[in-house]
């Protein structure tokens, strides 16, 4: 005789109504070893549950965008072959464009060599302390070896990467846009209480909080409710990998902005006005929104977004911009209001940093002066 499992008590914990829900063939194969399976439709929402013996052992909610693993995978839209395709050639050419530059610069004794030196070696420095957090910890010694060679041969190309870039358009920065580079020379030297370090800190991350919400603006207006929140499953499991990843966020914000304005360096190379470069640089940003979107908005968002980065590039400079994405990394830890719950720490931590960060760029762009002037107080 088979056993009748009560799915009442699950359905009510995920705010689901059995009397709203439509009875359907189960499609999802549970992990685990059953007997009965069940399956409900609902508004953009559908629901896989299995049991063995009367008692619940699989019970998951599917959205729309999902597929069974079990089941064949679909193919390629044409989209997505063309952003797959244009993705890796745009990322080849910003790096072998980058190699050339920054050859021709070493050959013309014009480039920041200590700078460059300085920025990668911050980079892999960082990157292996996140190691240490988010990594994998084996018993086997040989193992433990194995991937700790792995993580700095990654992070070593990524350093490299990141001295090349910064070779490449150092120089060229300088050059056109001179007012852009002053507070990032000014922080590389240590000046980190510099005003002008401190305002393009805090304009960094105005822009980044701004850009985060934009990118999210389609869900939060209800346009395109279905599109999940992403967020990096591994840092759930403990503070060390929470903090790891956080960390790992943090420091590939240096290597963004370096690919955007190099790849707008090139375009102005071979369109020869910067106009016409950045016009180059936003049909791309409209075609990867096309290619990999899910919404017709998509495309709209990230041309907007890439335009706010470009107006960062060119009128506040690399270290405004290098703030923005770090405050847009941070902010993809927050994923929930209940600051209480399990799966809070993320956002707390998220929040406290952009506060701070923000916080400290304000204070400092004071310059050590009164935040309410003294007239204020005179009468």
């Avoid at 700078?115 to 040989?142: P, Q």
């Avoid at 049909?283 to 290619?291: D, R, Y």
């Amino acid at each position: 005789m088979p056993h009748q499992t009560d799915w009442s008590r699950l359905l009510a914990a995920a705010e689901l109504k059995e009397a709203e829900l439509h009875t359907a063939d189960p499609i999802w194969n549970p992990p685990f070893h059953s007997d009965g399976r069940q399956a409900w439709t609902g508004e953009e929402i559908r629901v896989e549950a299995a049991s063995y013996r009367g008692r619940p052992v699989f019970f998951r909610l599917v959205g729309p965008w999902e597929k069974p693993a079990e089941s064949a995978a679909d193919p390629q839209t044409k989209g997505e072959r063309v952003g797959q395709v244009l993705a890796s050639v745009m990322f080849v050419s910003v790096l072998l464009g980058g190699f050339l530059l920054a050859r021709r610069n070493l050959r013309l004794g014009r480039s920041d060599r200590s700078g460059a030196f300085g920025i990668a070696s911050f980079f892999v420095a960082v990157h292996m302390l996140g190691w240490v957090f988010w990594g994998t910890y084996f018993k086997d010694v040989s193992r433990m070896i194995d991937a700790f060679v792995a993580s700095l041969a990654s992070t070593l190309f990524e350093g490299v990467m990141l001295w090349v870039l910064y070779l490449a358009l150092e120089p060229y920065v300088r050059k056109r846009w001179p007012e852009t580079i002053i507070s990032w020379t000014r922080a590389l030297a240590g000046r980190f209480r510099d005003p002008l370090v401190g305002r393009d800190i805090l304009l960094g991350c105005l822009l980044g909080v701004a850009t985060r919400a934009l990118a999210n603006a389609p869900r939060w207006l209800g346009l395109d409710p279905r599109r999940p929140e992403t967020f990096n499953l591994p840092s759930l499991s403990s503070t060390r990998n929470l903090f790891g990843e956080f960390l790992d966020g943090q420091i590939h914000s240096l290597i963004t902005p370096m690919l955007v304005l190099v790849l707008l360096l090139l375009f102005g190379v071979v369109l020869r006005r910067i106009v016409m470069a950045a016009g180059a640089v936003l049909v791309l940003a409209g075609i990867f929104g096309w290619a990999f979107g899910q919404h017709w908005l998509d495309p709209v968002t990230f041309l907007l977004l890439m335009a706010v980065v470009l107006l960062s590039l060119t009128r506040l400079g690399l270290l405004a911009t290098t703030v923005l994405f770090a405050t847009e990394n941070a902010l993809d830890f927050c994923i929930t209001e209940n600051l209480f719950a399990w799966y809070g720490a993320g956002t707390i931590l998220a929040a406290l940093w952009v506060l701070a960060v923000a916080g400290y760029g304000f204070y400092t762009s004071f310059a050590g002066r009164p935040l309410f002037g003294e007239s204020l107080l005179q009468e």
